[in-house]
């Protein structure tokens, strides 16, 4: 008998590009497509996302917002856009960003005016991209989002099998490894690797599922242990290194592609800085000296990126301070603008359930309306484009 003992076997060892004093040892390791401007502009929407990040929990605070989740300060994720169809998790609003989102998107979601996709029906931070950036909405239901990328890359597959003239596609689902603790993930990887499904999983390992540490999640080496379990490729990447998420990314899509497709598992290793969200004191169950280790430039992925740009002689602290002037300023000014618009239409509320509004749905809708005509002091209908006559 020779019996497979986990911990008998190596440690995944963690794929880095940058060293610690935050320089590249090996360039051959680096594509050849990555310029000093290109990064530069990973770094502006990394400080856009940091700052934005800071003001809406501020905001939450005082009453602006009713919730907010911060990203956790890992490398930009999503940096290959060269993907087509993404399903997230609710803290990646970076991968937003890097794909085209804009400060205008941001803040009509999180202030539900009329500009926001979703109608102004889904909590903030829960944005919604598909038809501008090619990203599903974020749900806040946990681990659904996995066998979501799992079905949508088997059906570029099969769209690609029979459209050759364009670039075959992948699909993209990230999600945190609280969620690789839900039965989706395990279903999601075991049906995609069985059809060979062309799916990128990320996990971004922070170390915590709101207030439980990965300790107390499971006893095996991380996430990309169970990739092998599964038949899939799989690689553990150092999240806070720009470098090695862009190179692992990249590799990672080229192999999904290899053969007619197949799935990949990366798992991005980083920490959670911020509390879980708005609604959460993460020093109940973390030290501040565990924070501030991880808020130190050998690992914070921006203090990191900074260094480096410094380095290079492109970035230096009076740019760094400018940019960070007026990215806050845009900030405020667009969050500030969205408040001011309207709310959606009341009738929204009815809409996009089924094709043609129901009998039932017809005779709440009109209940709806004479509530609030009956007691127009209780309801705040004229906040709302078209106000009464918008049911």
């Not at 079905?151 to 670039?167: C, F, H, I, N, V």
């Amino acid at each position: 008998m020779e019996w497979d003992v986990p911990s008998n076997a190596p440690k995944i060892p963690t794929f880095r590009v940058l060293n610690d004093m935050n320089r590249i040892d090996d360039k051959s390791r680096m594509s050849s497509d990555i310029t000093s401007s290109e990064v530069l502009k990973w770094y502006k929407n990394m400080l856009t996302v940091n700052i934005m990040d800071a003001i809406m929990f501020d905001a939450q605070r005082h009453g602006r917002v009713s919730f907010y989740m911060v990203l956790i300060p890992s490398a930009m994720k999503g940096l290959v856009c060269a993907t087509n169809k993404l399903t997230l998790h609710n803290r990646e609003h970076g991968v937003f960003l890097q794909r085209g989102f804009e400060l205008k998107d941001f803040m009509s979601q999180l202030a539900a005016n009329c500009n926001d996709p979703g109608k102004g029906r889904n909590m903030p931070v829960h944005y919604s991209g598909r038809s501008k950036v090619g990203v599903h909405a974020v749900a806040s239901t946990l681990g659904t989002q996995i066998p979501h990328a799992a079905g949508a890359g088997y059906a570029l597959k099969m769209q690609d099998r029979e459209d050759t003239s364009s670039p075959p596609r992948v699909a993209v689902a990230y999600f945190g490894e609280g969620a690789a603790s839900e039965g989706d993930f395990h279903g999601a990887l075991n049906i995609a690797s069985v059809i060979q499904s062309p799916v990128l999983f990320i996990c971004r390992n922070n170390g915590f599922a709101i207030s439980t540490p990965a300790s107390e999640q499971y006893k095996g080496d991380g996430i990309a242990s169970r990739g092998r379990g599964y038949g899939i490729e799989s690689l553990r990447v150092d999240g806070t290194d720009i470098f090695a998420v862009y190179e692992a990314t990249k590799a990672a899509r080229e192999k999904a592609l290899e053969g007619g497709g197949r799935p990949i598992l990366l798992e991005f290793m980083s920490y959670r800085i911020s509390h879980h969200s708005t609604s959460d004191d993460s020093l109940a169950y973390r030290s501040a000296d565990d924070v501030a280790y991880w808020k130190s430039p050998q690992r914070d992925p921006i203090s990191r990126l900074f260094q480096w740009l410094k380095n290079e002689g492109v970035w230096n602290e009076e740019l760094d301070a400018e940019a960070r002037k007026q990215i806050r300023k845009d900030v405020i000014r667009e969050l500030t603008m969205a408040e001011r618009e309207k709310k959606p239409e009341l009738r929204a509320v009815f809409d996009d359930v089924y094709a043609e509004l129901t009998e039932e749905a017809r005779s709440q809708r009109e209940e709806l309306k004479r509530l609030i005509q009956k007691y127009p002091g209780e309801y705040d209908a004229e906040q709302h484009v078209g106000g009464i006559e918008g049911l």
